[in-house]
């Protein structure tokens, strides 16, 4: 498991992030990309909220097991299961597997995710094709799989009004444009118009999808605009409520879109940012 940074580096007065209801109890989820970051906070926070977790990963088999063992801890069950999401053989695998050992699978949050940056003129066709290929393409297969069994099963009363919840992980970047990263900021705008055509596809069946838009949240993959004082305060002149978003800023919102206290949310992005997207440039005047 990749060691978080401390959260009181650089960052003051965080809610407690421990005092989660138990809105998801009985329901299954699979989180992919749960073995770093904001994905390993996930699912240690539905697992908290009392769903089982699948623990997806690419690469990082101690840390997977990690996060299992975190799960397991809340009293639910853990399980780790190795696919490229960007690859359809290896998510329809994973999925397969999933429904194998938890016997349905409830909630899918579509997370992995990574950057390879460049200016335009120097971007690769491979830098190019990484970025949509695992985390556009990824999340496609993703909701595919999902979608699926959750069509294949409908509703199961006992845990939840709706038949499935897909929850996408964007990106502030699906409506702020990113100078130096277009294979990124496409993936995240390609996102954006995926979650809204499965939402208004699969609502009929009692599915609902849904975006989170994290602002500047501390974990590996931006490791370089937080890591020291000067990094850190250059950052907040990008966030309003002055303040970086931890991993469970975000894992809080997935429970609460997976439950049924979000059943009539379909088809929307909700931003977890600071404010990020208010454009702050813009607090002195215009
Ligand atoms: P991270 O690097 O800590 O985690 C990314 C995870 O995705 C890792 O577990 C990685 O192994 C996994 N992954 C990469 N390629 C994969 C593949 N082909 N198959 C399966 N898993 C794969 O970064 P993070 O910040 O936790 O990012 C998680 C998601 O949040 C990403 O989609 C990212 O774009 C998004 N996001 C992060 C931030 C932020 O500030 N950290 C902001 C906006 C959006």
Redesign the pocket.
């Known amino acids: 498991m ?1 060691t978080p940074p401390s959260p009181t580096a650089f960052n003051t007065d965080l809610p407690d992030y421990t005092k989660l209801p138990k809105l998801l109890v009985g329901q299954k989820a699979l989180v ?9 906070a996930a699912a240690i926070g539905l697992a908290r909220a009392g769903a089982d977790v699948v623990v ?5 088999d101690a ?1 997977a097991q990690k996060v299992v063992e975190a799960i397991e801890a809340e009293g639910v069950r853990g399980l780790a299961i190795e ?5 359809e053989l290896e998510v329809e695998d994973m999925f397969a597997k999933a429904i194998d050992a938890f016997g349905t699978l409830d909630i899918l949050v579509a ?5 390879r940056d460049s200016s335009l003129v120097g971007m690769t066709m491979s830098q190019w094709n990484t970025v949509i ?3 556009l393409t ?1 999340q496609f297969l993703c909701a595919r799989a999902a979608a699926k069994e959750f069509m294949r099963r409908g509703v199961r009363k006992e845990v939840s009004v709706a038949a499935g919840k897909i929850i996408c ?5 699906e409506v702020i444009p990113w100078a130096g990263h277009v294979n ?1 900021a496409s993936s ?1 705008g390609g996102i954006f118009m995926m979650m809204k055509s499965l939402a208004q596809e699969l609502a009929p069946h009692r599915i609902r999808v849904n975006s989170i ?10 490791t370089n ?1 937080w890591e020291t004082p000067e990094a850190y305060a250059s950052l907040m002149e990008l966030v309003p409520y002055r303040r970086i ?1 931890e ?1 469970e800023d ?1 894992a809080n919102v997935a429970v609460f879109l997976a439950s049924d206290l979000a059943d009539y949310i379909n088809g929307v992005t909700i931003f977890v940012d600071g404010g990020m997207t208010c454009y702050p440039g813009f607090a002195t005047g215009g």
Do not use: C, E, F, W
């Open positions: 990749t992919t990309g749960a073995n770093s970051g904001i994905g390993q997806n990963y690419v690469t990082g840390a696919a490229d999401v960007s690859k997370n992995a995710g990574l950057q290929n695992v985390n990824g992980m964007s990106s502030v970047h990124y995240k838009g994290p602002g500047a949240i501390r974990t590996p993959i931006n605009a978003g991993p975000i």
